[in-house]
């Protein structure tokens, strides 16, 4: 009987426990709460997403947003966190903007059980994992494409708004281009007057001042052109604000790193229909971040779980263009440099030049690296001979000296493959490969030699770079090889130029595509293959790029998927490998990105 007693008194309990949890945690699946820096030196970024978010509460009634203030930093935005907690009922998600604010409640909402989206945040800190989704890019991310810019400046300035956004900025800079930076100095984002930090900057005579800022950059700008200041203004995303455009006698010229969005989205148009002017990323943002909520929410999910599901590894494609987010939550997106010229935000157009000319320089210094390996490899097995315990430890030194090597070899006076390293390509040792033309050329030459691309004996389309060994008395023994895979050009680009929404070709003179983006165009001929009969614009530009070093033009192809027809614009260089040219081209979608 006591013992009766006992267990429904633990289950009374259990009943009253679990139901004081279900009525702490519960939430309205329609509810949705929207925290803005209204009342902050972004005020016009908060408006301005929620006018985006605006747009589309009208198409999903069902849905009840609530707007809260996370005021102007950390702290404010805590506050209005926690007297959320205290309604009635929860809502099931929360978007916020702010680096700083995502830092500080990403942790709060994940105890809550709230799904959060954050957007406006490129310098998130996140804590706890599979809880929250961000929209922003990474600024680690950005700052590897600004790097690229910034390189061509040797004293470079840093002024930055000091919150989580502007520290964590300098602070990448600083790390990447400790030698550059000749100046940092970082400002409350309420100030009115730079003047006394701006004459600091002045003494130490920048080429570059960094503006971490969103729309101040129009203040600081003008103030700083007034004391003289001559450096050329660089920015990142937050700094395309309407109040540039009204200083642009002040601001023309600044360079920035910006989203290559979908400009032909109808929310663009939309947006501008109803507030006068178009949206900045902030507002473009803020619409794909609610519109995919609601869309997900529709599916039927609601739970902190299933929502970060929904978007962990999706493809989304929004106002933003293609988003693909990954297991972080992370969304990536194409960026691109713009800039003010004409008093317009504009597509800066000396980035394909640069993007082109980088990655030349990157493929030619890769292939003087291997080179110089190639050549001390050549002089040591002089003294050891082709194959033995020796020439092995040299082939081992050489292939780990080079980065892109798929393997290297040494092939005697008749063309055989006498050694090979890794070892397990050891079926290729005994191989004749006597007859392919850089082995027939460099019997003959004597000198080093760079393959057009090849089939080779390892069973792919290579490229073969070869020198000559001699022995201790200049008598000829053969030569050594490093063979590269296409990979070699994507892996040596895609560092260069990551995330620029750009594609990269490279063609042989006899029409062979030996680089593409889309890898099931590699080994193709632009002449004679038949999925490119009916590109004539195709065909006469690739007889043009094969006449020409250099130049210009423009094609129609299908896009990088193979699915639909684009036009495209295209510039084109060449590099060359000793005496094998290679035609390197740079492919953008027309119009004006
Ligand atoms: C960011 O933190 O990434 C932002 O864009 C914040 C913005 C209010 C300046
Ligand atoms: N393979 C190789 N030719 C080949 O087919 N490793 C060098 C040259």
Redesign the pocket.
């Known amino acids: 009987m006591k013992k009766n007693t006992m267990s429904y008194l633990i289950i009374f309990l259990l009943v009253l426990s679990l139901n004081l949890q279900a009525e702490t945690t519960q939430k309205n699946t329609k509810l949705i709460a929207v925290m803005l820096?209204f009342t902050?030196a972004?005020n016009k970024?908060a408006v301005e997403q929620q006018n985006a978010i605006d747009l589309l509460t009208s198409k999903y009634p069902e849905y009840k947003v609530v707007y809260l203030d996370s005021k102007g930093d950390a702290s404010g935005a805590v506050e209005t966190f926690n007297s959320l907690l205290e309604m009635e009922v929860l809502p099931f998600a929360l978007i916020s903007?702010?680096?700083?604010v995502?830092t500080a409640l990403h942790p709060l909402a994940a105890d809550a059980g709230i799904f959060h989206i954050v957007i406006?945040?490129?310098?998130?800190d996140r804590k706890i994992p599979h809880r929250t989704v961000r929209f922003?890019l990474d600024?680690k991310q950005e700052e590897k494409q600004l790097a690229n810019y910034l390189n061509e400046f040797d004293r470079i300035a840093i002024y930055s708004?000091d919150?989580?956004?502007g520290n964590g900025w300098k602070n990448i800079l600083e790390k990447n281009m400790t030698n550059k930076i000749i100046k940092a100095i970082s400002y409350d984002p309420l100030k009115k007057d730079f003047q006394s930090d701006l004459k600091e900057i002045k003494k130490e005579t920048p080429d570059a001042l960094v503006l971490l800022s969103?729309g101040n950059a129009a203040a600081i700008a003008r103030q700083a052109r007034e004391i003289g200041i001559t450096a050329q203004f660089v920015g990142t995303?937050?700094i395309e604000r309407p109040e540039l455009l009204e200083a642009a006698k002040f601001t023309n010229g600044l360079i920035y790193t910006y989203p290559s969005y979908n400009r032909n989205h109808p929310m663009i148009a939309q947006y501008t229909k109803s507030y006068g002017a178009p949206p900045t990323i902030?507002g473009v943002e803020a619409f794909d971040a609610f519109n995919s909520l609601v869309t997900a929410a529709q599916k039927g999910n609601h739970s902190l779980e299933t929502l970060f599901s929904w978007y962990e590894g999706r493809t989304y494609f929004g106002a933003l263009g293609e988003v693909h987010f990954d297991k972080m939550g992370d969304a990536h997106y194409p960026y691109m440099y713009k800039e003010i010229s004409d008093s317009e935000f504009k597509t800066a157009s000396f980035q394909y030049e640069l993007l082109l000319n980088s990655a030349k320089q990157e493929i030619i210094s890769e292939f003087k690296q291997i080179n110089a390996v190639l050549n001390t490899t050549a002089s040591a097995l002089a003294k050891s001979g082709l194959a033995g315990e020796k020439a092995d430890l040299l082939l081992n030194t050489l292939y780990e000296e080079s980065q892109y090597a798929y393997d290297v070899v040494t092939v005697d006076t008749k063309g055989i493959i006498t050694n090979v390293y890794p070892k397990k390509y050891q079926e290729v040792v005994g191989q004749d490969i006597s007859s392919q033309p850089q082995i027939v050329q460099l019997h003959k030459s004597r000198k080093p030699i760079v393959s057009e691309a090849i089939q080779t004996v390892e069973g792919f389309l290579g490229i073969d770079i070869e020198v000559p060994v001699f022995d201790l008395s200049d008598k000829f023994t053969g030569s050594v090889s490093v063979l590269i895979s296409p990979d070699f050009f994507n892996q040596v680009i895609s560092q260069k130029v990551s995330n620029f929404p750009i594609e990269f070709w490279i063609m042989q003179k006899d029409g062979t595509i030996v680089f593409d983006d889309n890898s099931e165009e590699i080994g193709l001929n632009i002449f004679t293959s038949e999925i490119y009969a009916e590109f004539h614009s195709l065909i006469d530009l690739a007889d043009t790029i094969v006449q020409n070093n250099n130049g210009s033009g423009e094609y129609s192809f299908l896009d990088n998927k193979l699915s639909k027809t684009i036009e495209k614009k295209v510039i084109w260089t060449t590099f060359s490998m000793y005496d094998t040219e290679f035609r390197l081209a740079l492919a953008h979608v027309k119009g004006n990105l």
């Open positions: 820096p902050s972004f970024i903007c702010a680096s700083w995502a406006g945040s490129a310098n998130f922003t600024g708004m919150n989580s956004y969103a995303r937050p902030f």
